[in-house]
């Protein structure tokens, strides 16, 4: 069964780093999303893409936050300068159509330290 | 400082009885409902949906139930079993939207 895939699975870094966080979705899947976790908390959207562009976002995804599609598998998820708080679960997910069911991936663990 | 995670509710059954989960939504536009089983470490995964034009849906050993009037969806699984230990979150999401809104999520133990 085709699955979403993420690399990798726990990341550290440094407050201030950058971090780049991939995914692989599934083939055939044109809408892609990430979402995140903080530990114990509910999952929150952060920003949903469509045919090289951004369609939504929310306000969590600001100006440290970028996504890019950079061939035809892989969708990333960069944070330019990594603050404390954005430790957390980070997920993956796609979708075949726009109203599709949202298949997630394991997630990324990010401990900002 | 830590940030502390919210408690979430907690719901324990004996093996082979039966769970409902219940959630709350707030946006009347939200016309697609899912729910979602977490493990620990694990992504999201999807259990069922519901569109806003039905109230009922059964699948195996899952029933999703959704009453617009007072924004109330329910999850219902049959003879729990250990296997069904998990986090079960409740999405929506509106009818010309694609992002998904989570609830706060529900812990089901199942004591065998």
């Known amino acids: 069964e085709p699955e979403v895939t993420q690399t990798p699975s726990h990341q550290v870094t440094q407050m201030g780093q950058e971090v780049i966080l991939r995914c692989v979705p599934i083939s055939n899947h044109l809408y892609f999303y990430w979402y995140r976790q903080i530990l114990g908390q509910k999952v929150e959207f952060l920003v949903s893409?469509?045919?090289?562009?951004?369609?939504?976002k929310s306000e969590i995804f600001d100006d440290q936050f970028s996504v890019e599609r950079p061939d035809g598998s892989n969708f990333t998820l960069k944070i330019r300068s990594t603050k404390l708080e954005d430790s957390a679960m980070y997920f993956c997910?796609?979708?075949?159509?726009?109203?599709?069911?949202?298949?997630f991936g394991p997630g990324t663990r990010l401990t900002v330290l | 400082g830590e940030s502390v995670g919210l408690h979430l509710p907690t719901l324990s059954v004996q093996e082979g009885d039966n769970s409902i989960i219940n959630c709350a939504y707030s946006n009347s536009a939200s016309d697609y409902f899912i729910w979602y089983k977490q493990e620990s470490g694990k992504g999201p995964q999807f259990i069922i949906d519901?569109?806003?034009?039905?109230d009922k849906r059964q699948g195996q050993r899952v029933t999703v139930l959704l009453n617009k009037t007072v924004k109330h969806l329910s999850l219902q699984i049959a003879a729990t079993q250990p296997g069904d230990s998990a986090v079960y979150f409740c999405?929506?999401?509106?009818?010309?939207?694609?992002?998904?809104?989570f609830g706060a999520g529900t812990i089901l133990r199942v004591k065998s």
């Open positions: 997910a796609s979708t075949r159509g726009v109203t599709g069911e949202q298949f």
């Open positions: 893409f469509y045919n090289n562009e951004i369609s939504e």
């Open positions: 999405a929506e999401r509106e009818e010309y939207g694609n992002k998904l809104v």
């Open positions: 519901i569109r806003s034009n039905m």
